[in-house]
Nanobody, 124 residues
Framework: QVQLEESGGGLVQPGGSLRLSCTAS????????IGWFRQAPGKEREGVSC????????YYADFVQGRFTTSRDNGNNTVYLQLPSLTPGDTAVYYC?????????????????WGQGTQVTVSS
């Protein structure tokens, strides 16, 4: 079965950090740009980051402002999103999907459907 699965979310206090993982099964993600997206309660889903297939380029939404870092380990068929210095405003369900490697992070084919996501909750 071809799918992307997110993991690594949890409950952290403000200022805490998490590392999210996006692992592919049924295909090799090394040939695809992979993005992270998030959806906060009552808000639309928004793009967070996109990393090109060769990891030569990364793109981030303006609100990231240098806080988050995406990386990939093609040997483990996984893309990561490092989330340091978390704030309550980062509380959301985080998803991964294939993306368009451009300044505005948007989902793009072929794996442009949403899985379960991983919940990130930042609260004291």
């Amino acid at each position: 079965q071809v799918q992307l699965e997110e993991s690594g979310g949890g409950l952290v206090q403000p200022g805490g950090s998490l590392r999210l993982s996006c692992t592919a099964s049924g295909f090799s993600l090394e040939n695809y740009p992979i993005g992270w997206f998030r959806q906060a309660p009552g808000k639309e889903r928004e793009g967070v980051s996109c990393i090109a297939s060769g990891a030569s380029s990364t793109y981030y939404a303006d609100f990231v402002q240098g806080r988050f870092t995406t990386s990939r380990d093609n040997g483990n068929n996984t893309v990561y999103l490092q989330l340091p210095s978390l704030t309550p405003g980062d509380t959301a369900v985080y998803y991964c999907a294939t993306c368009l490697p451009a300044d505005i992070v948007v989902v793009a084919p072929p794996y442009d459907y949403w899985g379960q996501g991983t919940q990130v909750t930042v609260s004291s």
